[in-house]
């Protein structure tokens, strides 16, 4: 534990960030799950309107740096690429 004031804030601080990081990634885990269902029942449409849903978590994670820029790019690159072929 945590002794000085200086680390107890620390600690405090580190604990509320990674509460905001797993919440950014489940964001962007359950929306590419979402696409994914979707591209497997055959339904376009609907893995087309969760693309962009997809794209915004994916880009609040980079920004925050929970997910490197380039993961992102590939993620988006994938699901785009899987979408257009299941057309």
């Not at 680390?7 to 696409?35: C, P, W």
């Not at 849903?53 to 993961?71: G, Q, Y």
């Amino acid at each position: 534990m945590p002794i000085t004031k200086s680390a107890k804030k620390a600690l405090r601080q580190s604990k509320k960030r990674k509460k905001n990081n797993v919440i950014k990634k489940g964001n962007v885990k359950t929306v590419r799950k979402e696409i994914q269902k979707a591209i497997s029942l055959k339904d376009v449409e609907t893995a087309k309107k969760k693309l962009t849903e997809f794209f915004k978590a994916l880009d609040k994670a980079t920004k925050t740096k929970v997910i490197h820029k380039n993961k992102a790019a590939r993620l988006k690159s994938r699901i785009s690429k899987k979408i257009s072929k299941s057309k």
